[in-house]
């Protein structure tokens, strides 16, 4: 069985910083695009970035382009989000999800498996 299990959100203030964490087990994420999205309140969840099973390709989101980071260690089977000059704008659940293919994607309905999310809340 496989799972995604998010980890680093919390409270930050405008301006601040926060990594996300993305262990998998139940598959080895090394032939594996993944992807981040986030979901606020009464929206549709929506891409943040993405990365190719080696993580030489990477894609973002126009509002985060600049201030986030994704990566990857195939070695730990985890994916990371490195988020810095976080916006109130940007509160929402942060969702890891992982896809067969190895090519990254901006779609959501391309990958496979999902984590549960995590909340991340920014303050003014």
């Known amino acids: 069985q496989v799972q995604l299990v998010e980890s680093g959100g919390g409270l930050v203030q405008a301006g601040g910083s926060l990594r996300l964490s993305c262990k998998v087990s139940g598959r080895a994420i090394n032939s594996s695009g993944m992807g981040w999205f986030r979901q606020a309140p009464w929206k549709e969840r929506e891409f943040v970035a993405t990365?190719?099973?080696?993580?030489?390709?990477?894609r973002y989101a126009d509002s985060v382009k600049g201030r986030f980071t994704i990566s990857r260690d195939n070695a730990k089977n985890t994916v990371f989000l490195q988020m810095n000059s976080l916006r109130p704008g940007y509160s929402a659940v942060y969702y890891c999800?992982?896809?067969?293919?190895?090519?990254?994607?901006?779609?959501?309905?391309?990958?496979?498996?999902w984590g549960q999310g995590t909340q991340v809340t920014v303050s003014s």
């Open positions: 999800a992982a896809r067969n293919l190895g090519t990254y994607s901006t779609a959501s309905t391309s990958y496979n498996y």
């Open positions: 990365i190719s099973f080696s993580g030489t390709s990477t």
